[in-house]
């Protein structure tokens, strides 16, 4: 299943440059429909739920 990049910075709280830059870095996956620059692009929710869960590991251990 997939989530748009506007669905995808609302379930994050995040903008869509930041969006970008971890999609760049290879930390959130997505697809490129499209060859053009403005290409809609569609994230893949396992790798949102994947960052979701290392970002809250981070917290946890951060905390303690």
Partial sequence: MYLSR???CG???ISPPTLLKHIRAGEIEAIKLGDARNSP??????SI???EARQRM???GAAA
């Fill in 6 to 8: 506007t669905q995808a």
């Fill in 11 to 13: 379930r994050l709280n």
């Fill in 41 to 46: 692009v569609k994230v893949l929710i396992t």
């Fill in 49 to 51: 739920e994947a960052y």
């Fill in 58 to 60: 981070c917290r946890t």
